[in-house]
C-alpha cells in the first residue's frame, strides 16, 4: 500500500520559516520524481517546486528564493523548506510522486499570518 505523508504544516507569521516533509512507503522513492503542490481557497491546485530522481529542481515564480526543495532517498523523504513566508503563500501544501504511477498525499495546511 502505497503512502505519502505530510507534515509540518502550521500558523506563521509573515517573514517566518516552515519545513514540510513527505514520508514515502510502498513505492521505490529513488524512482520517482517528487513534487509539492498546493491549493488555496477558491483556487486551482498549482505545482510550487519539484525535484527528479536525479536531483534536478525547479520552481514556481511566486517561491524561487524562498522555498527549496530536497529529497533524501535513504529515508524516502521529501523535504520543502520555506522561508520569508508570505500571507498568499496560505494554502494546503500537497506532496505528489510521479513514476510509471501518481500518488499524492493528504495534505498539510500552512496558514501564513499578516
Known amino acids: 500500500q502505497v503512502q505519502l505523508v505530510e507534515s509540518g504544516g502550521g500558523l506563521v507569521h509573515a517573514g517566518g520559516s516552515l519545513r514540510l516533509s513527505c514520508a514515502a512507503s510502498?513505492?521505490?522513492?529513488?524512482?520517482?520524481?517528487m513534487g509539492w503542490y498546493r491549493q488555496a481557497p477558491g483556487k486551482q491546485r498549482e505545482l510550487v517546486a519539484r525535484?527528479?530522481?536525479?536531483?534536478?529542481?525547479n520552481y514556481a515564480d511566486s517561491v524561487k528564493g524562498r522555498f527549496t526543495i530536497s529529497r533524501d532517498n535513504a529515508k524516502n523523504t521529501v523535504y520543502l523548506q520555506m522561508n520569508t513566508l508570505k500571507p498568499e503563500d496560505t494554502a494546503v501544501y500537497y506532496c505528489?510522486?510521479?513514476?510509471?504511477?501518481?500518488?499524492w498525499g493528504q495534505g498539510t495546511q500552512v496558514t501564513v499570518s499578516s
Open positions: 505528489k510522486a510521479n513514476y510509471n504511477r501518481v500518488y
Open positions: 510502498g513505492i521505490i522513492f529513488s524512482f520517482y520524481n
Open positions: 525535484i527528479t530522481s536525479g536531483g534536478t529542481t
